[in-house]
Every structure is written in structure tokens, then in C-alpha cells.
């Protein structure tokens, strides 16, 4: 590394910074810490492909609102109310418990509302509800979200209620498959509705669907907010004129400015179609558009924007809305292009039954990207690698597109550096030598066939949908990626194809995911919980049952020493074997939508914490002060002028967390407080 240039960034680009002094992390609250990432590359776009990212960039931010409504439908007061406060409060800020207050705020903009964004429970505020009563009294009310006649005493006790009764909204998503789903989960994709009331409308919409010979493919519920008006289950649909539209009005607004300086026509007309999507709420559009978009490969720029993931959603059906703002890493691209090129290859020597195997891959395509902006669900966290689009039969059909967030990566590696986590948790100094050497490799190859292969590979059995495994399909899915990932980065093919320089690369790699899905990730956990996140419990899921299969042989061994537990991969080769073996039984289960199977398999791997090592492993981790969640700023584009004309889009990288959650509310905050159902 030199002292103006970052010689060994990924793509080797020059950044107009001195990298050596770049300061990655810029603070730790909570459990939390605050990450920025470089955009290396975007000096030297042409002046057109800046536009566009910047056009796309507002559209990301203009969605913001949208997330926190869908997270919880009490987000956007609690957001605005706080804020508020934080900026217009009379009385002494310099207390510990306004400190707290602070604290409490930005872990509100860090999980996008009131709930952990992992463990989806309810956070707790670190100051007293009297201390709350005494910061809103001390606050303007004209500047606060008060309802109309309503007096400060009546909304001292709404928000008070809220934010401490823990009958309230207690979490975000409920798998408690003993109860209700819908009903217990905190998620504004349901109101007044059953968990039964709402799986039979969608049930009566596939099946009049079937019926009138319409359109069964499409993903039903996906951008709708289920209601009981009059007695009967009604869907409100994101669109223009529809739920959010205030918000959509602004995304289509700057989708229309970067229709116009388009990479090319074919991108011109997916945005067209993702407009027209926005406009109408047609599900008939959204998979018209992934089709555009998934057969858009000649364009350098993309992006992700829409209602995409359902990891949200207790049934698995309802996309959160997203965004993500990017470019082609070229020379990092030749890495998964070479993987896409051969993803023939990996479907046919999978070894699943050759019934769940796609007789053809189609449309495969991986790159890697450099992130330009975050919005929606993916800011302030964010993926490492994405796969879409998730019709699987889009997917089967025309393809996928799979990306890897080289530059978001490499802030997570940089940022990591020395900070002793690695002495700690590590069985030897050969895994320590081995993850200084191979980690980033092996972290940035295992995403690609994650997100390239895994969730590309495969296929449905007729009559079978992606939301059979309701409240297990996150779980499983991202389980199945996994899984075909840890299968392959063992495999001498890639050695062949020059991927990696040898098999040690694979080695790191099991090391790493055995430590982390056994015994590190549990740092996420508080002391008595469960896990809760679909990744957490795939990882849980994989390494509990393949250090169970393997113990008689010793595959992999749990070690103590000193007093601390460690855990040893004695046989490699024999751990590849039980990941196969694995994915065999979890691409039956989704081919076959196999629900109860699914259960177990949670159940039993993927969700309970041994208590004994939960506590060593949170005592150990205290003492090297490391937060175990990290977010991002995301840098601040602007655009010169000169008189009507644009001269230059320059970019800089914010260091104030709260500065720019406060001016995102300034400018992009287009929702009510108290929304409609």
C-alpha cells in the first residue's frame, strides 16, 4: 500500500484519496458500527454513466420511507419524533441519558425502526420512559408528529407505549410456528387479518387465477399490504396512486431522468418497464421487467431497485423495498465470468438427484460490482453478494444475474484488520496465517458461487412454489446456496479454471465457516434467545449437522484448550462429503416443497444456542470491544453546473452518521407519520 494509492485494492483502480489515512470505521455505538466504503473508478466514468448514477442514486434514497413503514407501521412516528427531538430539544443534552437517547436513535436509522434487524426483537431503550416524557415536553410541539387535536399528554403516552410496553409490537417477524405468524409478527405486511385468513386469499387468488386461464406465475402478494375492510381480506397495492405513493412518485421521478442517459436501449426499456410497474403495481410488469433486466448484459451500470426480498414477510411472500447503485469491476468480472461460463459443468456434477438438476443452465451471468449507492433495505446494512431475479422460473427460463459487492467486501476486510478477533477464535496460527493469505480469496469466491451457482442451481418439481416452505424458505434457501458453495470451492476444477492457486483456499474457507456457524456468529445473540436471521440459521444448520454426521470419524473436532473452546477440521475431504450429502436432502426439500422436512431441519440445527458456549464465546468477544454489526455511509454524490448544463458529478465520502440519516429525513422523507393501512 503507498501513501496515496491502494496498490492492492481488488481492482486495482486509483482513487483520488490517500487510501493509507482512509478512516473506515468512523464510530461504535451499541452493538453497532459505522463503515464507509470507497467507490473507486467513478472519476473516470464518462459524464453520461455518472448521471446515471446519480439519477439512480436519488431514486434509492427517495425510497427510504418505504423500508421503515413496511418494517413496523409504527417506524415512521417513532422516527420523526425522535428526531425532532434530537434537533429542536431545549433542555440539557450533555446528560448521560440524552446520551442513551442519541445511542437509541441511531440504532433506530441503523435497523431502519424499533426492531433489531437481525434478531427482529423489539430494541430496548437505555433511558427512562420519564426521561422520554421529559425530552418531549422540552421539544417545540409544532415540531413533533402530533395527530390532529391530539394534546401532549395523550402523545406522550402513544409514543411512551410504543417504545416500552413489550406487549407492543415485541417483534418484527415471529417463527414461532406454534402460534400465529401473521398476527405475532410486528411487520406492517398484515393488518387485521389472520395467518389462515391470509394464506387462503392467496390461495383464492391462484386458484381464480388457474381458473379464468390467467397468469399463475407471478409472484402474488409481492407488492401489497393485506387489510380487513368490511369484514373481508383486501390487498393495498404499492403503486402510484396506491400505498406509498408519495414515495413511488419521487423513485419513478429520477427512474424517468435515468432512463434518458441509459448505458443503451435495452437498458432504456427495462427502466420503462419497471416505471410502468410502479405506475400500474402490475405483477404482469415486475416479471416483464426481471426479464428485460436479467437479459441486460451489454450495460457497465446497473442497479437493483423494487420489492425484492421476502425475508421480511412471516410467509415468505411480501418484498421489502431496495436499492443498489452500481458499475462492472471489469478486470474483478473476469473471476465470475469464468464461473458462469462453466456453470453448466457444476449443475451436471452436483450431487443432487439428477431429477431437481436443470437439464440445461440458461442465462447464467456473474459480475463483480462496485457499489455506488445503498438505499431501501440494503442501507445502512447490506448483502456481500446478490442473486436475482427470484421467480424461478425466470431464473429457469432466461436466467439469473449474480453479483458480488467487491468494494463493500474489501471495507469489511480492511476495517477488520488488527483487531484480534482472529487470535482469539482461531484453533492455530496456521488458520491465522492461512485467513491472512486466503481469507479475502476464499470470502470473495465462496460469494460468487453462492450467489452464481447456488441459488441459480436446481429446480422446482411441477406444481411446487417458491413460498411452499413459508416461514423456512429464507432458511433453507440460503442454506441450499451454501452448501453448493462449500461443495464446489473443494473441487480441483477450480484449480483447473485458475480460480484459486490451490486447494489451501478451500481449506480456509472451512475453517472459517465451521468457526463462524458453530461458534462465533454467536457474538448476534443475546443470552437466552434463539437464532432468528435466515443466514445465521443456514450457517447454524450446515456446520451443527455436519459436525454431527462426522463426529464418530472425528471430521471435525471440538477442542479445548486453556479453557477456551476452539474447533478443528481434521479431514477436509470428509467435510466436503457431508456438505454433499447435505445439499442432496435440502434441494429435495425445496424441489419438493417439503415443508415438514424443512421444519425439522430448522428446528433441530438452526435455531437453539448452547447456552454454556453462548456465554464463553460472549465473554471472550467482550474484551476485544469489537461491534458485531456494521453498517455504512454511503458517499455523497454532486453535481456541478454550469448555468443549465452539467459540468462534472463529483463524489466525497461523509464521516457523520447522524448527519446524513438527518438530512436523508430532510430531503427524502416523503411519507406520513402515521400512514394509512
Known amino acids: 500500500?503507498?501513501?496515496?494509492?491502494?496498490?492492492?485494492?481488488?481492482?486495482?483502480?486509483?482513487?483520488?484519496?490517500n487510501v493509507k489515512q482512509f478512516k473506515w470505521q468512523t464510530e461504535q455505538f451499541g452493538d453497532c458500527k459505522i463503515l464507509r466504503y470507497l467507490v473507486p473508478g467513478f472519476d473516470n466514468l464518462p459524464l453520461k454513466q455518472k448521471e446515471f448514477i446519480y439519477y439512480l442514486s436519488q431514486a434509492a434514497n427517495a425510497g427510504r420511507d418505504i423500508t421503515y413503514d413496511q418494517n413496523c407501521k409504527y417506524n415512521l412516528l417513532v422516527r420523526k419524533t425522535l428526531e425532532a427531538i434530537y434537533l429542536n430539544y431545549k433542555g440539557d443534552k450533555t446528560s448521560a441519558d440524552f446520551q442513551n437517547f442519541v445511542v437509541y436513535l441511531k440504532q433506530i436509522w441503523f435497523n431502519n425502526g424499533i426492531h433489531h434487524h437481525y434478531s427482529t426483537d423489539k430494541?430496548?431503550?437505555?433511558?427512562?420512559?420519564?426521561?422520554?416524557?421529559?425530552?418531549?415536553?422540552?421539544?417545540?410541539?409544532?415540531?413533533?408528529?402530533?395527530?390532529?387535536?391530539?394534546?401532549?399528554?395523550?402523545?406522550?403516552?402513544?409514543?411512551?407505549?410504543?417504545?416500552?410496553?413489550?406487549?407492543?409490537?415485541?417483534?418484527?417477524?415471529?417463527?414461532?410456528?406454534?402460534?400465529?405468524?401473521?398476527?405475532?409478527?410486528?411487520?406492517?405486511?398484515?393488518?387485521?387479518?389472520?395467518q389462515k385468513e391470509a394464506e387462503d386469499f392467496y390461495s383464492r387468488q391462484k386458484s381464480e387465477a388457474k381458473k379464468n386461464k390467467k397468469d399463475t406465475l407471478v409472484a402474488f402478494g409481492l407488492n401489497s399490504k393485506l387489510v380487513k375492510e368490511n369484514g373481508k381480506?383486501?390487498?393495498?397495492?404499492?403503486?402510484?396512486?396506491?400505498?406509498?405513493?408519495?414515495?413511488?412518485?419521487?423513485?419513478?421521478?429520477?427512474?424517468?431522468?435515468?432512463?434518458?442517459?441509459?448505458?443503451?436501449?435495452?437498458?432504456?426499456?427495462?427502466?420503462?418497464?419497471?416505471?410502468?410497474?410502479?405506475?400500474t403495481g402490475s405483477l404482469k410488469a415486475w416479471d416483464d421487467y426481471n426479464i428485460l433486466w436479467v437479459k441486460d448484459l451489454a450495460s457497465s451500470t446497473d442497479y437493483v431497485n423494487g420489492f425484492i426480498e421476502v425475508y421480511g414477510d412471516p410467509l415468505a411472500m411480501k418484498g421489502t423495498w431496495e436499492a443498489i447503485v452500481n458499475f462492472k469491476n471489469v478486470e474483478a468480472t473476469k473471476r465470475t465470468e469464468t464461473i458462469s461460463q462453466n456453470a453448466q459443468y457444476f449443475e451436471d456434477h452436483s450431487p443432487v438427484d439428477p431429477k431437481f438438476k436443470k437439464k440445461v443452465v440458461k442465462g447464467v451471468t456473474a459480475k463483480v460490482i462496485t457499489v455506488a449507492q445503498l438505499g431501501g433495505d440494503s442501507d445502512p446494512t447490506t448483502p456481500i453478494g446478490i442473486n436475482l431475479p427470484n421467480a424461478q422460473w425466470i431464473r429457469k427460463e432466461y436466467g439469473s444475474k449474480s453479483v458480488t459487492l467487491d468494494n463493500i467486501t474489501y471495507a469489511y476486510d480492511q476495517s477488520s484488520l488488527g483487531n484480534g478477533f482472529m487470535d482469539e477464535f482461531a484453533n492455530s496460527k496456521e488458520e491465522i496465517e492461512n485467513a491472512k493469505k486466503y481469507g479475502y480469496l476464499a470470502g470473495s469466491l465462496t460469494t460468487d458461487l453462492h450467489e452464481c451457482l447456488g441459488h441459480g442451481?436446481?429446480?422446482?418439481?411441477?406444481?411446487?412454489?417458491?413460498?411452499?416452505?413459508?416461514?423456512?424458505?429464507?432458511?433453507?434457501?440460503?442454506?441450499?446456496a451454501d452448501l453448493f458453495a462449500l461443495y464446489y470451492i473443494m473441487d480441483q476444477k477450480l484449480v483447473d479454471l485458475k480460480l484459486i492457486p490451490s486447494l489451501d483456499v478451500a481449506k480456509t474457507e472451512y475453517d472459517n465457516y465451521m468457526r463462524n456457524g458453530m461458534m462465533t456468529q454467536l457474538v448476534r445473540i443475546q443470552p437466552g434467545k434463539n437464532i432468528e436471521q435466515a443466514h445465521m440459521r443456514d450457517r447454524s444448520i450446515i456446520s451443527h449437522w455436519v459436525f454431527e454426521k462426522g463426529q464418530d470419524q472425528?471430521?471435525?473436532?471440538?477442542?479445548?484448550?486453556?479453557?477456551?473452546?476452539?474447533?478443528?477440521?481434521?479431514?477436509?475431504?470428509?467435510?466436503?462429503?457431508?456438505?454433499?450429502?447435505?445439499?442432496?436432502?435440502?434441494?429435495?426439500?425445496?424441489?419438493?416443497?417439503?415443508?415438514?422436512?424443512?421444519?425439522?431441519?430448522?428446528?433441530?440445527?438452526?435455531?437453539?444456542?448452547?447456552?454454556?458456549?453462548?456465554?464463553?464465546?460472549?465473554?471472550?468477544?467482550?474484551?476485544?470491544?469489537?461491534?458485531?454489526?456494521?453498517?455504512?455511509?454511503?458517499?455523497?454524490?454532486?453535481?456541478?453546473?454550469?448555468?443549465?448544463?452539467?459540468?462534472?458529478?463529483?463524489?466525497?465520502?461523509?464521516?457523520?452518521?447522524?448527519?446524513?440519516m438527518l438530512y436523508y429525513s430532510k430531503n427524502y422523507s416523503f411519507l406520513p407519520a402515521r400512514t394509512e393501512k
Do not use: C, W
Not at 6 to 17: G, N, Q, T
Not at 243 to 249: D, R
Not at 463 to 472: F, I, Q, S, W
Not at 609 to 623: M, N, W
Open 233 to 279: 381480506a383486501v390487498e393495498k397495492i404499492f403503486k402510484i396512486g396506491g400505498l406509498y405513493s408519495q414515495s413511488i412518485e419521487k423513485i419513478v421521478f429520477f427512474l424517468n431522468k435515468a432512463k434518458d442517459v441509459a448505458d443503451n436501449p435495452q437498458q432504456a426499456s427495462a427502466i420503462v418497464k419497471l416505471i410502468e410497474y410502479y405506475r
Open 457 to 480: 442451481s436446481g429446480q422446482l418439481q411441477p406444481g411446487v412454489t417458491g413460498e411452499a416452505l413459508k416461514n423456512y424458505h429464507s432458511a433453507i434457501e440460503e442454506s441450499r
Open 123 to 194: 430494541l430496548v431503550p437505555g433511558f427512562p420512559k420519564e426521561f422520554l416524557a421529559l425530552l418531549v415536553k422540552g421539544t417545540d410541539k409544532k415540531e413533533l408528529p402530533l395527530a390532529k387535536g391530539e394534546s401532549i399528554a395523550k402523545f406522550i403516552e402513544e409514543i411512551t407505549s410504543i417504545l416500552y410496553d413489550p406487549k407492543i409490537v415485541p417483534k418484527r417477524l415471529s417463527q414461532d410456528v406454534s402460534s400465529d405468524l401473521v398476527i405475532n409478527s410486528g411487520s406492517n405486511f398484515y393488518e387485521g387479518v389472520t
Open 554 to 660: 472425528k471430521i471435525v473436532e471440538k477442542v479445548t484448550r486453556d479453557g477456551k473452546t476452539y474447533f478443528k477440521v481434521n479431514d477436509y475431504e470428509g467435510l466436503r462429503s457431508l456438505f454433499g450429502k447435505l445439499l442432496i436432502e435440502i434441494q429435495r426439500i425445496t424441489s419438493e416443497g417439503d415443508y415438514k422436512a424443512a421444519g425439522e431441519l430448522v428446528e433441530k440445527y438452526g435455531v437453539k444456542v448452547d447456552p454454556v458456549l453462548h456465554q464463553e464465546v460472549l465473554d471472550r468477544y467482550r474484551k476485544l470491544n469489537i461491534a458485531p454489526y456494521s453498517g455504512f455511509i454511503n458517499p455523497q454524490f454532486i453535481m456541478e453546473m454550469r448555468e443549465d448544463t452539467i459540468k462534472d458529478i463529483s463524489i466525497t465520502y461523509p464521516m457523520d452518521f447522524a448527519g446524513q
Open 1 to 17: 500500500m503507498t501513501a496515496t494509492l491502494i496498490a492492492s485494492f481488488p481492482d486495482k483502480r486509483k482513487l483520488p484519496i
